[in-house]
């Protein structure tokens, strides 16, 4: 086989990365967030209109079998969608019940901006074996540096009984048994809530990122 590159397989690796050289003494504002579930119910009881679609990686890569069409989008986006046949409308309480049933299957959910609006549009329901940006955020932590986290979980020791399901629920791997005991980092937490809503003892809550 050639050592060169086919035309096809360029085309490919272009299409799929950009390069963008950032110059230096520049700073970068995300306003990407991870909302908590009352942070999630806000944005929607605060929308116009409410559309949803399929999750575009579950869809592709199937990697676990988590719902698929969870894909809220509000406002503007919504109507985007709505117009070019990928998403289709929604009610209030439907969009509810999406976020219900996004948290009882552990999924994080994300806000994202459209480019150049200051509003959020969309609030995914993301997993790190199938979205990119999840996979990241949980590779390398840095949620000040990635996304906005307004909130991060505490630990009981008092009312933790150490039954490991906020291990298997944290997608961001800030939880691990440790000769039988839970141990929390919090400097990997983005405070998405999901281990809340499932501990059995109630010994996890979340409170103000300072």
Same mark, same amino acid.
């Given at each position: /086989?050639?050592?060169?590159?086919?035309? *096809?397989?360029?085309?490919?690796?272009?299409?799929?990365?950009? !390069?963008?050289?950032?110059?230096?003494?520049?700073?970068?504002?995300?306003?990407?967030?991870?909302?908590?579930?009352?942070?999630?119910?806000?944005? &929607? *009881?605060?929308?116009?209109?409410? !559309? %949803?679609?399929?999750?575009?990686?579950?869809?592709?890569? *199937?990697? $676990?079998?988590?719902?698929?069409?969870?894909?809220?989008?509000?406002?503007?986006?919504?109507?985007?969608?709505?117009?070019? @046949?990928?998403?289709?409308?929604?009610?209030? +309480?439907?969009? &509810?019940?999406?976020?219900?049933?996004?948290?009882?299957?552990?999924? %994080? +959910?994300?806000?994202?901006? =459209?480019?150049?609006?200051?509003?959020?549009?969309?609030?995914?329901?993301?997993?790190? $074996? #199938? #979205?990119?940006?999840?996979?990241?955020?949980?590779?390398?932590? /840095?949620?000040?540096? %990635?996304?906005?986290?307004?909130? %991060?979980?505490?630990?009981?020791?008092? &009312? $933790?009984?150490?039954? @490991?399901?906020?291990?298997?629920?944290?997608?961001? @791997? !800030?939880?691990?048994?440790?000769?039988?005991? &839970?141990?929390?980092?919090?400097?990997?937490?983005?405070? #998405?809530? =999901? #281990?809340?809503?499932?501990?059995?003892? @109630?010994?996890?809550?979340?409170?103000?990122?300072?």
């Amino acid at each position: /086989m050639s050592g060169e590159w086919t035309q *096809k397989e360029l085309k490919r690796i272009v299409n799929k990365y950009t !390069a963008v050289t950032i110059p230096v003494g520049i700073s970068i504002v995300g306003n990407n967030r991870i909302l908590n579930m009352d942070g999630a119910e806000s944005v &929607l *009881k605060g929308a116009s209109i409410i !559309a %949803v679609s399929r999750c575009g990686c579950r869809e592709r890569l *199937k990697k $676990c079998d988590r719902p698929i069409d969870v894909c809220i989008s509000v406002n503007r986006a919504a109507r985007d969608g709505i117009r070019k @046949g990928t998403a289709r409308e929604i009610s209030l +309480h439907e969009a &509810l019940d999406v976020l219900k049933l996004t948290n009882e299957a552990g999924l %994080v +959910h994300v806000t994202y901006t =459209v480019k150049n609006r200051n509003e959020l549009s969309v609030i995914c329901s993301c997993c790190a $074996c #199938c #979205c990119h940006n999840l996979a990241a955020m949980a590779r390398f932590g /840095m949620h000040d540096a %990635v996304v906005k986290s307004d909130y %991060v979980s505490v630990n009981s020791q008092e &009312l $933790c009984t150490d039954c @490991g399901i906020c291990i298997d629920r944290c997608q961001f @791997g !800030a939880r691990q048994l440790q000769d039988g005991s &839970l141990v929390y980092d919090e400097t990997r937490c983005f405070g #998405c809530g =999901v #281990c809340t809503s499932t501990c059995p003892s @109630g010994a996890i809550s979340l409170r103000k990122r300072v």
